[in-house]
């Protein structure tokens, strides 16, 4: 898969070690990486965004997005974890890709990520709830591994 | 200006599932819509993650009535992907087979729901007149017309009997048969075509920025079909084509359906001819699942169905993602709805294939005097084809 390895090649100071499993390439970025991670993916490798998880594990808050590569059915998961459990904050890829405007919203009321930059930081799901009574934290999930 | 604000929702005729469409009009022209979603919380996610894997599978098939095999497939794709499960040839034919099926009766579903929105009241007869020979199908398969219950982790639940296969080749014959007249005669129709051309254009860029899936996408030009991007099941063993049309138009998304109906039977004749012919086991038997993560994804009718699975080696999953097409598609009317004439933004609305239900609101608006009058979108529709026939064919 030459797009993987251009990838590799090209992040190898930007990301950390990466899991190849079935065409499906995990790795982790740091915060402030994610925007670039994330422009090379979508405006160079012309991948499309899936959608993105948000889960909470040992280390923190996860978010990993899934970036479909359609002319070979490979996957590029970048996940970025924000281990400040009480104000998990990380950059919003929305302004270079549009189709993650819901999700990002959806992650911030269910998850209480705050996605810096989001053009428009409003809930998606809870629009109508009172004030003060969406998600968030004490919905998050209580198992971890 | 005088602009006014048409609120859709939500609950109208035109959404199944609740959903809130705030158009601006500018005397007839629609210039801006604001979507608002979150009306309905059912919690599939984290139910899930309470169930095993197993019962996942049935919990996600209640996701959506029309498309209930594509989230299982999808759910069971995700968890073999975890652990790097196969399946036996035969059980990747049957799932091919259901899932090409559940294409044609929700092609067919939304093909009468967008004839009549647009006063094709007999397209709509039609449509679900032949779609009621393949719920028979999956009756004869499953045992249900809907909610078949037929995915396992590591296969299917149930074989298709050989003895009955020629049975269902004379149903899908005459589906078949029937699909082309629909499919040239909408080809050929120059009203039909007056009316949805240049409808509710998807730019291409538009497609992509928003990520749109399934025939939204493919409308716009834009090449995404996970049955040919990873060819799951039985997907890499069978002739067919990836439809892809040009213009973006409420048309093409038309036409493009009803191709990709005639490509699902070639495929359902593909999968019932090796289904008569073989035998083998239809399940390998699956005792545990791994630690680990998996994705799994199915082209749907509308779309590329999406599921996360994560594993610790227990038997249910701890987080458990499901992300469905018209999450990613309905959004795209931002782009497609924008400039278009108020007549049609029903058809342009429903043509993305969101969920509908069957019953109709006429709500109100107040014009600038304060006249009260009714505003109704399903009859400045049907009002705006009458227009077009009258003057392709005359008055009568």
Redesign the interface.
């Known amino acids: 898969m030459p797009e993987k390895e251009e990838f590799l090649k090209l992040m190898k100071d930007k990301i950390g070690p990466s899991i190849d ?4 390439l ?1 790795f982790e970025v740091l915060n402030e990486h994610i925007l670039e991670v994330a422009d090379y993916l979508f405006k160079k490798l012309g991948c ?4 993105a ?1 948000c ?1 909470e594990m040992y280390r923190g808050i996860e978010v ?1 997005y ?1 970036f ?1 590569h ?4 490979q ?1 590029f ?1 970048p996940r970025v974890v924000m281990t400040d459990r009480n104000n998990p904050q990380m950059n919003s890829i929305s302004n270079i ?7 990002e919203r959806e992650m911030a009321e269910y998850w209480g990520v705050k996605f810096i930059g989001h053009p428009r930081p409003e ?6 709830h009172p004030k003060g009574e969406g998600l968030g934290q004490p ?1 998050r ?1 209580r ?3 | 200006m005088n602009r006014n604000v048409i609120p859709v929702g939500p609950f109208h005729p035109l959404l199944e599932e609740a959903e809130y469409f705030t158009l601006t009009v500018d005397g007839e022209t629609v210039v801006d819509i604001d979507l ?4 309905m ?1 059912r919690g599939h996610e ?1 139910i899930s ?1 309470r169930k095993t894997f197993t019962q996942s599978i049935y919990l996600v098939e209640r996701i959506c009535g029309i498309c209930s095999t594509s989230h299982p497939i999808a759910c069971v794709h995700a968890v073999e ?1 975890v652990d ?1 499960i196969e399946i036996p040839e035969r059980a990747a034919y049957i799932r091919t087979l259901i899932g090409e099926l559940e294409r044609i009766h929700s092609h067919l579903l939304w093909l009468g729901l967008a004839g009549h929105f647009i006063g094709y009241d007999t397209v709509w007869m039609w449509a679900w007149k032949y779609r009621e020979p393949v719920l028979q199908m999956f009756e004869i398969i499953s045992g249900n017309r809907n909610h078949y219950g037929m995915m396992r982790v590591g296969g299917v639940a149930k074989d298709v009997d050989p003895a009955r296969v020629p049975e269902l080749l004379n149903i899908l014959d005459m589906v078949d048969e029937k699909m082309h007249m629909i499919a040239n005669a909408a080809k050929d129709d120059p009203v039909l075509k007056s009316r949805l051309k240049n409808v509710g254009i998807l730019s291409k860029q538009a497609a ?6 399934g025939p939204t996408a493919r409308a716009s030009g834009v ?2 079909d996970v049955r040919k ?3 799951n099941d039985a997907y890499g063993m069978v002739d067919f084509k990836e439809i892809v049309l040009e213009n973006g138009d409420v048309y093409d998304k038309l036409v493009l359906r009803l191709l990709e109906t005639l490509e699902s039977t070639k495929i359902c004749r593909q999968c019932l001819a090796k289904l008569s012919h073989s035998n083998g086991p239809i399940l390998n038997n699956v005792k545990e699942i791994g ?3 998996g ?1 799994g ?1 199915y082209e749907a009718p509308r779309g ?1 169905v ?1 599921h ?1 699975i ?1 594993s ?1 080696g227990s038997n249910r999953p ?2 458990h ?1 499901v ?1 469905a097409p018209s ?2 598609n309905i ?1 795209t009317f931002k782009a497609s709805c924008k400039g278009i004439p108020v007549a049609d933004a029903l058809i342009t609305l429903a043509a993305v294939d969101p969920c509908y239900c069957c019953t109709e609101r006429a709500l109100k608006i107040i014009d600038k005097n304060h006249d009260p009058f009714a505003l109704d979108l399903l009859n400045l529709s049907r009002q705006k084809t009458e227009k077009i026939r009258r003057e392709t064919y005359g008055a009568k």
């Open positions: 499993k079935k065409g499906r995990y499309r965004l899936s959608t998880t889960m990993l899934h479909s359609d002319a070979t059915g996957y998961c890709v549009t189709g993650a405007e819901w999700i809930p998606l799901l809870t629009k109508e919905f999930i198992r971890m591994s | 608002d979603i979150g009306w919380h984290l993650e992907d790097n992509i920025d928003y990520c749109a899936v090449h995404t991007d990873e060819p630690v680990g993560e994705i994804r590329e999406f996360y994560r610790d701890i987080r993602k992300r999450y990613v959004p």
